[in-house]
């Protein structure tokens, strides 16, 4: 390659005018960009409107979770116990959010959409035992808001394969 | 007129202490400037507009474990940050920042010590300097240390050469080689960057060379190497080398303001010398914007392209520079 000066010192003149622009930088702490809807942070588990549990603690998100980070150990309901609908319910349930991969399958792997993941990212912690979410923690609603983009701005075009097949 | 031995003493320790602190703010500076260069802030979190970063940055090196290669040879190891700190430190002194001064009933040169070889003496000193990288990269027994120094020796020996030859013309000019003589000879004369263009180039592109900047980084080239003969260390030592880079390379910037800019000279008007300081400061800190302007524009050169610039272009042009100048001078 020839020496370019021209082409170079106009590369100067790019670099000084960028001064007097904006950054476009993202202060974080301050400003959190919203995440997209189906953004896949911490966990959650649900209830239904009369407050038992939707979880009946079958198991198969363990079997489906690929890292092998979901404790459950289920016990019978009895009647002076009714902590969910079915026959069984979540005694324990556990995950270690420091092996998660959230990857999504539990959720998918779930009959009854006992388990979602939620929007939450900030689950940092200074011991490796915090990171272990108790039952209570999961059905608790999160502490920490995480903005959530409107969805309607990520609904998709009809792809054009549905319209010209 | 002579300056008492004490005078001198307290003005080192004033000229050393700005100079660090000039050094710290130049690290922010950078990162500041280069930032916004690239839409970005910059450090901006630790004070009022990141202006404590030095401070954190200097806090967090001295805490910081000076890791010690159990194969490295102790003493040698241990000198070379200092070798290369204390030399840079010490050009500075010869440099001129104002025409003296007479406070209550002493003399005060306008450098820490006014002497009639200064322009040897900073040529010298960055020569013992360059021991340091070298014996720092050679005395950790690490092979990419080694190769790190090999490549920092062949780079800085190499330009030197082209560096010193570019100043020729200026000495023959100026008609001597002591830097507050130089400086007069501009304010009478014209200002040596007119006359002395070609040497002033020389010496830009020798000075990016020898203080190792982009796009002549090539011992550090952080996105491509792991650091260089500073590889192998860590905590104040290694602050020590990047102080002695930084010095080195406001010292340049100070060499070329003495030699081509008119030194601590305000254009045209000779009654603002007093305020000499402020002017010198001012040339400075545009130089030294010019030198971070082309870091974040130039991208960085292939070696063989580094080496072949040196000897191919820079040598043949400061010498046949030199070499009209000096016909020019005694013709003329």
Known sequence: MTPQPVGSLRGFGVTFRQIFRKPITQQYPEYKRPVYPRFRGRHRLHTYENGLEKCVGCSLCAAACPADCIRVVAAENTPELRVSPGERYARIYEINLSRCIFCGYCELACPFDAITLGNDYEISEYSRDDLIYTKDMLLAPPIKRTPVADAALYDTPIPYYENHS | ?332
């Not at chain 2, 003496?121 to 300097?129: D, H, K, P, Y």
């Not at chain 2, 100070?254 to 402020?278: E, K, R």
Request: glycine share 8%; hydrophobic share 55%; charged share 10%.
């Open chain 2, 1 to 332: 007129m002579r300056e008492v031995w004490w005078v001198s003493l307290i003005k080192s320790a004033i000229i050393i202490n700005l100079l660090l602190g000039l050094f710290a703010y130049l690290t922010l500076t950078e990162r500041k400037v280069m930032g916004r260069m690239q839409l970005r802030y910059g450090p901006n979190r630790a004070g009022p507009f990141g202006l404590l970063q030095p401070i954190a940055d200097l806090v967090k090196l001295v805490r910081k474990e000076s890791f010690f290669p159990a194969a490295a040879h102790d003493l040698p190891y241990i000198l070379a940050p200092l070798v290369s700190a204390f030399t840079a430190l010490a050009a500075f002194s010869v440099i001129p920042f104002g025409p003296g001064w007479k406070i209550w009933r002493y003399h005060v040169t306008g450098q820490v010590v006014d002497v009639p070889i200064a322009l040897i003496l900073v040529f010298a000193l960055g020569s013992i300097g360059i021991y340091g990288f070298i014996v720092g990269g050679w005395a950790s027994e690490s092979k990419y240390s080694l190769l790190g120094s090999m490549r920092t020796c062949a780079q800085l020996v190499s330009y030197e050469v082209s560096l010193a030859l570019s100043v020729l013309g200026v000495v023959l000019m100026g008609q001597s080689l002591s830097l507050t003589e130089i400086v007069h000879k501009q304010q009478v004369t014209l200002w040596f960057f007119i006359p002395q263009a070609v040497g002033l180039v020389c010496f830009f592109f020798g000075g990016i060379a020898e203080t190792s900047r982009a796009p002549f980084d090539l011992p550090e080239a952080e996105q491509e190497l792991v650091a260089g003969y500073h590889t192998e260390y860590s905590g104040m030592r290694w602050g020590l080398f990047q102080m002695a880079e930084y010095i080195n390379l406001i010292t340049l910037s100070g060499l070329m303001v003495t030699l081509f800019f008119g030194g601590w000279h305000f254009p045209w008007l000779n009654g603002l010398d007093a305020y000499g300081p402020i002017w010198f400061l001012l040339k400075l800190v545009v130089i030294l914007f010019v030198f971070i302007w082309l870091r974040t524009t130039l991208p960085r050169l292939r070696y063989d392209q580094l080496m072949r610039f040196g000897w191919k272009v820079l040598l043949p042009v400061a010498t046949l520079n030199a070499l009209v100048t000096a016909l020019l001078v005694v013709l003329v």
